[in-house]
């Protein structure tokens, strides 16, 4: 199970379990958000058994991106032992993402 696309409950069973998350706050009509996805789907491969990687479509899943204060898409935010720990903004290098896992792993 590389890359999850998160509903609200699946998001808060997965945050329960503490792990190392990297979620992709984004929208299909989203153009960066767009150009991102294969970053996002390529680190879910790299980083399978090591941190949850996922997605959450701003659209569907409005609360969400509520509770989280996300304003921008692409939005990603890094989560471990239930809380933000950090948040990147944009479509990133993937080496930015890179370094925040590996920080926190």
Excluded at 25 to 32: E, G, I, Q
Excluded at 33 to 56: S, T
Aim: aromatic letters at 10%.
């Amino acid at each position: 199970m590389a890359l999850q696309h998160f509903d609200q409950k699946s998001f808060d069973a997965a945050l329960a379990e503490g792990k190392l998350m990297m979620v992709d706050f984004w929208a299909n009509w989203c153009m960066p958000c767009r150009m991102l996805g294969p970053v996002i789907e390529q680190l879910a491969q790299d980083y399978e058994g090591k941190a949850v990687i996922g997605k959450v479509d701003v659209d569907e899943q409005g609360e969400l991106a509520m509770r989280y204060g996300v304003m921008s898409i692409p939005t990603v935010i890094f989560f471990k032992d239930g809380k933000e720990i950090h948040r990147e903004v944009g479509a990133l290098p993937k080496e930015v993402f890179v370094n925040v896992l590996n920080m926190n792993l």
